[in-house]
């Protein structure tokens, strides 16, 4: 199995867990959030099913991403990876709109007196904590994919897996609160959270939008990638450096200067090193374009007396 195929099946594995626990936190956190009469919780349960929505459509993407290199594109379909993470920024600041709005009301209807809520239920308390271990648990697990295969779209997940921690740990403060008499805090504390989620969704989508809109990579790239062809021995000097960003995966090209008077054969020998140099020391790096020509003079600065 290659390392593209092992970082899919990780990728993967990732996202059906997400999807599987999600599933049953959206089935289990809103019902009891109607039924244990909880704003807060039945706001993460609505959280929980807008999760499940994306996570379907991240599904389909992966799939896509994993196709191989084709006629109408040769560079393969990575960039589906970032099409789906901007798909789950799309929907974290959806729900991040929808449960402020939704607990504003809420908390305007307490302070004019026509809610009904008392409070919330127990059932509704330990059921938040039970979803508070299972999100730190996918957070913790789905970072740490994300960094192991460099996926876009699951870091996108495990920072919208951490957003929930933080809606749910509100959600057990509001309804502590709640049952201690303070009703207001438990929609309010949605409200707050909301905040959170928000800024995240916005974050993932700027992220997103600079791979699809094919941004320079870090300038640590082009400063490896320069150390690395100056020292392949034949190079004379390393003139310019192209990188572009091809979903996950990196392109690159390098103008260099070589002896001009050597043969072709052994320019392309000094180009084929280069090449292979960069694919040993460069991640993800894709495919690698080498041009040389004879090395132009430098030149000398003279004092003039």
């Known amino acids: 199995m290659t390392t593209h195929e092992s970082n899919d099946r990780r990728n993967l594995l990732a996202v059906n867990l997400s999807l599987g626990a999600n599933l049953a936190l959206a089935a289990v956190k ?20 807008s999760d499940v929505v994306y996570l379907l459509i991240i599904r389909i993407f ?35 709109v929808a449960i402020f709005w939704n607990a504003v009301s809420q908390v305007y209807d307490l302070f004019v007196g026509q809610s009904e809520f008392t409070g919330a239920g127990a059932l509704a308390l330990w059921v938040a904590l039970a979803g508070l271990i299972l999100k730190i648990w996918l957070t913790v697990f789905t970072g740490r994919i994300g960094r192991q295969t460099g996926s876009i779209a699951i870091s996108a997940l495990a920072r919208d897996h951490r957003n929930d921690i933080l809606t ?4 057990v403060i509001g309804i502590v609160l709640g049952r201690a008499g303070y009703l207001w805090v438990d929609p309010l504390a949605a409200a ?41 021995q034949g190079v004379e000097q390393v003139e310019e450096i ?56 430098r030149r000398v600065s003279v004092d003039k007396q």
């Open 30 to 49: 809103t019902t009891v959030g109607v039924v244990g009469h909880s704003p807060a919780l039945l706001a993460d349960g609505i959280n929980s099913t």
């Open 62 to 96: 992966m799939s896509l991403a994993g196709k191989e290199p084709d006629r109408e594109h040769p560079f393969g379909h990575r960039q589906f990876e970032s099409i789906a993470a901007v798909v789950v920024g799309a929907f974290v600041i959806t729900t991040a």
């Open 168 to 171: 749910i740990t509100a959600a």
């Open 192 to 232: 707050v959270v909301a905040f959170g989620i928000l800024y995240t969704g916005i974050e993932i989508i700027q992220e997103s939008s600079a791979d699809l809109m094919n941004v320079f990579p870090d300038k640590s790239v082009t400063e490896q990638t320069r150390r690395i062809v100056a020292d392949v």
């Open 242 to 297: 192209h990188i572009h960003r091809i979903g996950l995966y990196l392109l690159i090209q390098v103008t260099i200067g070589v002896d001009g008077t050597m043969t072709v054969a052994d320019g392309n020998a000094i180009a084929t090193e280069v090449e292979q140099a960069l694919h040993r020391h460069i991640e993800y790096l894709h495919r690698v374009s080498i041009h040389y020509h004879p090395s132009r003079p």
